[in-house]
Nanobody, 123 residues
């Protein structure tokens, strides 16, 4: 499975971005998927996950109410709608395919990772 994340960019505080992550195979349609991020000098951290049916989502506390994860299994694509962006959201964002069907907040719960897309938020 290959993952290609896109949609990152440079925005101002309060702006929105929508990240997309397309998987190369439909294998991902039976697996949960997630988004993580890594800022310079920091460890990779969990952002959001979604179950394979899209009926269960889970968010890190710092993005609740601002970010929304969704997926389109027909397109093998997962999305991350990011609203009310803050400078502290600046990071490289990675999508990943979970080992199981429900997703996970732990990096070791994922076995396929995309290359990441840079998000930069300026105040």
């Amino acid at each position: 499975v290959q993952l290609q994340a896109s949609g990152g960019g440079w925005v101002l505080s309060g702006d929105s971005l929508r990240l997309s992550c397309a998987a190369s195979k439909r294998t991902s349609s039976n697996n949960g998927m997630g988004w993580f991020r890594q800022a310079p000098g920091k460890e990779r951290e969990f952002v959001a996950s979604i179950s394979w049916r899209g009926d269960y989502t889970y968010y890190a506390n710092f993005v609740k109410g601002r970010f929304t994860i969704s997926r389109d299994n027909a397109k093998s694509t997962v999305y991350l709608q990011m609203n009310s962006l803050r400078p502290e959201d600046t990071a490289v964002y990675y999508c990943a395919v979970a080992r199981g069907s429900s997703g996970s907040s732990a990096p070791n719960g994922y076995n396929y990772w995309g290359r990441g897309t840079q998000v930069t938020v300026s105040s």
